[in-house]
């Protein structure tokens, strides 16, 4: 079956990294794109980006520009989201999601805490 | 503050019809499609309307999306406990050339 599998939850200290990743299973990688939303507690949906896993073309939310990269890596179909120099605000469940006609199957979610 | 403006909260009781609309602009849902998920408590949103009207395979004809304008409409009928859940709209807004969402309503089956 057509499925997102996400890693595991994540502690970080503010300023840190963390990288996230996401491997699919049961579809054709390259045929769709994979976008990246967060959740903080409590909140909303918020759209990080997006990349084409046919092509690597990015498309980042602007108020992350300089501070996210998604990559793919086609061998092993799984894409990667890196967020950078990590604020208490970045703390949220991160999800990734398979797109084209809409995000139509999404991983379980990798909850990442910033704190010192 | 969301791009696309949702109502927080709607009830109704089992097997009644609820709605729940979405609204935007015409940098966003007046010039492209909209999508609507459903997130249980506790686990990921599931998609159950894309390009406004159309749902995917195993969604039930209970759900259905509609768009007017620069607005859009979620309905569910025959309402179940099961149902309760927040719900967001979304779509890509070309102004900001990013994908928005709204600020998700919380539905109630009492």
């Known amino acids: 079956q057509v499925q997102l599998v996400q890693s595991g939850a994540e502690v970080k200290k503010p300023g840190a990294s963390v990288k996230v990743s996401c491997k699919a299973s049961g579809y054709t990688f390259t045929s769709y794109g994979i976008s990246w939303v967060r959740q903080a507690p409590g909140q909303g949906l918020e759209w990080m980006g997006w990349i084409s896993a046919y092509n690597g073309n990015t498309n980042y939310a602007q108020k992350l520009q300089g501070r996210v990269t998604m990559t793919t890596d086609t061998s092993t179909s799984t894409a990667y989201m890196e967020l950078r120099s990590l604020r208490s605000d970045d703390t949220a469940v991160y999800y990734c999601?398979?797109?084209?006609?809409?995000?139509?199957?999404w991983g379980q979610g990798t909850t990442v805490t910033v704190s010192s | 503050q969301s791009v696309l403006t949702q109502p927080p909260s709607v009830s109704a009781a089992p097997g009644q019809k609820v709605t729940i609309s979405c609204s935007g602009s015409?940098?966003?849902?007046?010039?492209?499609?909209v999508s609507w998920y459903q997130q249980l408590p506790g686990t990921a949103p599931k998609l159950l309307i894309y390009?406004?009207?159309k749902r995917p395979s195993g969604i039930p004809d209970r759900f259905s999306g509609s768009k007017s304008g620069t607005s859009a409409t979620l309905g569910i009928t025959g309402l179940q406990t099961g149902d309760e859940a927040d719900y967001y709209c979304g779509t890509w807004d070309s102004s900001l050339s990013a994908r928005v969402f709204g600020g998700g309503t919380k539905l109630t089956v009492l």
């Open positions: 390009d406004n009207n």
């Open positions: 999601a398979r797109s084209r006609e809409g995000m139509d199957v």
């Open positions: 015409s940098s966003n849902i007046g010039n492209n499609y």
